[in-house]
């Protein structure tokens, strides 16, 4: 990669940080080259988990990992490779049924902050959550800032990319999953029964919920806000959202629920 041509293709298939590397690396990511400025400590580690999984690591200059990285934050350290590597929702459905448990689906419409989809991601990791849908467009994708956002998290929990969100939504549903959106119209959250199969949907940063997708909810989700300002940030409302969907089975077993 020795032109400008060859870093830009290469930003738009990076992850970038030691931590986000080395996850990628021991879940078995599929990474082409390792560059490296440095030896020692977690870079040290890299440098043998890349070795025996037979991946080519390249010593390089701090300038060409920036340019390699887009400007994000790379800590010595970027992996070239695919990190936008999509599961399939029939991916995610097979989750709970092979885990014995009631589908737990977190659904981002139009999340397009990457910022805000990778702490989605990692939050979901975090909870247990079978997997992420996002929509193909109006949506931020499995890039770098997602990768490392995600801490990682992006490795281990499998994220679909449909065309058609609605039409998701309706296989879900076809499959045992209550689907449940977040507005401040609905009725309080931990007043809500959320032990059955549940897909919670997380509206855009700037408008919610879309309208198409609003009406395909079964139920309306809100959190209770006391001060002058009447909305989160979309990634902060999520994890307490998927908290609760992890709270209320912990104290059930998981129990019935709203099974259909």
Known sequence: MDNKKDFQEAADNVICGRNPVTEALKSGANIDTIYICGNGGSLGLIRRLAKDSGIVVKDAQEKKLSQLAGGASHQGVVAVGSCAEYASLEDILAVSQNKGTKPFIIICDEIEDPHNLGAIIRTAETVGADGVIIPKRR?????????????????????????????????????????????ASGSE?????LTGGCGLVIGSEGFGISRLIREKCDFMLKLPMLGRINSLNASVAAGIFMYEVLRQRSLTGEGDGNAR
């Open 139 to 183: 949506s931020a994708s499995l890039n770098a800032t997602v990768f490392k956002t995600s801490a990682g998290a992006a490795s281990y929990v499998p994220v679909a990319r449909v065309s058609n969100l609605a039409a998701a939504i309706d296989t879900l549903k076809e499959n045992g999953v209550w689907i449940y959106g977040t507005d």
């Open 189 to 193: 959250y931990t007043k809500t029964d």
